[in-house]
């Protein structure tokens, strides 16, 4: 049988958009004499969703869509993702369906039965769990079609899913009974370190399990704070891959399961080379499907902002990019040669404002609010207000996009100020600890040097009062950034990080900063996930609560 | 039998503060001769503990804590709400409880089944859904527990609420088979306007349904953007009112079932009245909780940071406020005397300071990188930015927080300056509508004038530019809050609210700011919640999507 593979790039609720790439892929399918064509999860929508899916016109605008779709699938099959009406009175409303689409019209409809719902995932927020299991026959053979997660009733305790069980029914074993020959699963899998590996060998399991051969279609591209990364693949019954797609890329591919041969599939790949990719993609999918082409950032000197123009410069070209130079009274002269010469160096348009003398007006206007208090971190915040203020102030005068510069490390115990340098449309770096951001500085210098050497060499400051240093105030990154892993990630309390040979008293100021800095994350932008856990909307940590 | 109702207000992770007031709660029902008291939904920990039930250690204090909450459950019985590990390796980790105590231990733990996963609720990404039913006997009585939603699986239907039979079980008729004579059920039901109507009425139909009396704990206080109003309430088998406790205010009452009369209850309350005791407790708690005493905001002169400041005085004292007011070249004269007399008639502390310095000064700074571009809405922003800037530093130098003053409707439609005026700690009035902040306005003004007549009466401006005002660029609010509604709490598209009676090109630029401004309110402060469909986490949108 021979099935192709539409891996695109899809637009939350861009029917017309949408529409057109699945018909283009039916067509092609069609050119190259494949019998059924596979898209991935809510092709028709985008996803994910949210609550677009709490409006009835939205969920009919995509079953239009895919009545329209079927009248294209005649002399071949196709399996489209889009929502479906649960028709019983009870339960959620809707279901997360797969449409068969044969001669014409929706020939079935197979609804997904596991919902994910754990971290970034809400499934269950929208859609009923499936419990009626059929498979499909085309051109004699029987196909079990399945969505995503429903191949993962048994996963790989990892980051972010506390238990490798999280369902008390296997999709695969009621599909099982009815004897299919070939699976195929429509996914939306994001990114994160690692999940490629996990994926591949959650579904080899699978196959080798029930000794059939599994077409797997994953979504590819970025929809704001998500990034898909693609990799679709399809594995023989013995669980061996005979086909893999592009990742970070559209791809397109037909095969014919019984004829072709097991291929070589590197599952372990090198994680800071898939972040760099991910990274230029999130923003490059955020610009475009924004309708927006132009970025502008504040330019430091220092390895986060650096490192944010290279990838912002590559998503997007140098054109499009413009950064501001913002140096105080306390910057020192080789941040600012530092970042002039990255600048020039990527032919970045780039321009120099000094904030001295509107820090200092401010400052007096507030004498007498301030009284004779001592100085202390409010004027550091200013500063950094003063400079989201300039920032955005360019955005607004030309139309760009503002990209925040943290990382992750910072934004973990708060060293960032609200409305100062935590400002931006996006966080590139925020799901990047500050280790990894100096490995993708690396990565980027391989063949050649982009980013000054003295940029990446020089100690971490953010440069508010004279002589400060990260180091001043918080543990070596290398420590620390283990340290927040393992309570960020790991999901693990302050003694049990001691107990792994972390000093106590650092443990313990680390997660107090984590836990008292909720309320400014809570008002960061949306934020690039590369990690299994990511700060922002799959990480939900109460603002008001007693944190000893 | 003689039942006592706690209904207290804890602090999420708060064991020490949440076990002491359970153990009083069980002494002070010993006291008066109880049989068995009745605490809300997790009491023990505090509700919503979001992803802190990710962490084992959060969840193995839960349970340290009910284990001696139970030694204390001697010569009487009591019932708390606690998570509680589900031991079935197959399903989530976890179950949302309710503890049964007796002769000093836990006798019996009886699980949630009905997990509400929509709006602000996420259950189902913690909890497995029971499906084992056991009533209990104290003193020959048996008693049938459950948890807030496992009475709501028929509902009628509301904004946020996307059908009537959301589940697929009725755990009421489950229990029933098992005669018990009386029905507990522990709640942690968040206020929102005419909540208590919608609550009180579903207990009603489950009374007469059953033919059983119902005792019905909720929880009291705020966490966060949550507002819990309390109201607990218990109904004889007729299903009439025997008992209410207060509403925004923790109470303590006993009951003897057979006993007591029937009272008349008012279902239909005064929605300004309670949206104004919401307002105050969030206010109140959010401070209280954050262990904080001293708020500050932005005076302009203009209602909603009127009304912000009247709700903020009364929730934390004249002595804990502080205001600013920070008037530019285009601030009338009249606003700064209206803020002035706001400040004096409630005794509040209040400084002025004149931004057009530091304005000019910034424009100045950025000449070179606008070059000859027009005036525009930057330097709208860049005024707002630097009143954010001001007020951040005076919470920052003095340890107060900044309350933000924005209302629903202005939030809706994305008429604020992210880092600007949408800066804060809290948002007040995020979730009322323009034409009900004016509603609040007269209800304070009630028993003599507090706001200035003018206030109230002048036509709303931001006043970032010559003559500016609100009806400039939008509707009339009486027709603008009106197609916000059908929008965000009806999930009604453009073309429905139009076929209700609303003007089309109207409703079409509403709808299109709105879903252009998703972006900003992202980045909002926690918004308090008084409506079905607040802003904030129970509201999720795509950011990047396609919108007409």
Known sequence: MRIALAQFNYTVNHFEYNKLRLIEGIERAKENNAELVVFSELSVCGYPPLDLLDRRAFVDKCIDAVNEIATHCKGIAAVVGAPSYNHNPFGKMLYNSAYFLNNGVIESVHHKALLPTYDIFDEYRYFESNSDFQVVTLNGKRIAITVCEDMWDNQPPTPGVPRSNLYRLSPMEELAKQ?????????????????????????????????????HVNQVGANTDLIFEGSSFVLNSKGEAICKLNEFAEDFNVVDIKEQQAINIQTQANSIAQIHDALVLGIRDYFYKSGLTKATLGLSGGIDSAVTLVLAQKALGSQNVRVLLLPSQYSSQHSIDDAVALAKNLNVKYDIVNISKTFNVLRESMQDVFGNAPEDITEENIQARIRGTMLMALSNKMGHLLLNTSNKSEAAVGYGTLYGDMCGAISVLGDVYKTEVFALAQYINENGEVIPKNTINKPPSAELRPDQKDSDSLPDYEVLDKILYHFIEGH?????????????????????????????????????????????????????????
Chains 1, 2 share one sequence.
């Open 492 to 548: 693990k309390s302050a003694d049990e990080i001691v107990v792994l040979g972390f000093n106590e008293a650092i443990v313990n100021k680390v997660v107090k900063l984590v836990n008292a800095t909720e309320h400014k994350r809570m008002q960061s932008p949306p934020i690039l996930r590369v990690s299994p856990k990511a700060f922002g909307f799959g990480r939900r940590i109460p603002i008001v609560a007693k944190f000893i």
């Open 179 to 215: 004897n299919p020959e070939v699976v195929i699963n429509l996914s939306a899998s994001p990114f994160s370190k690692n999940n490629f590996k996990r994926r591949f060998e959650v579904f080899q399991d699978k196959c080798r399990q029930f000794k059939l051969p599994v077409v």
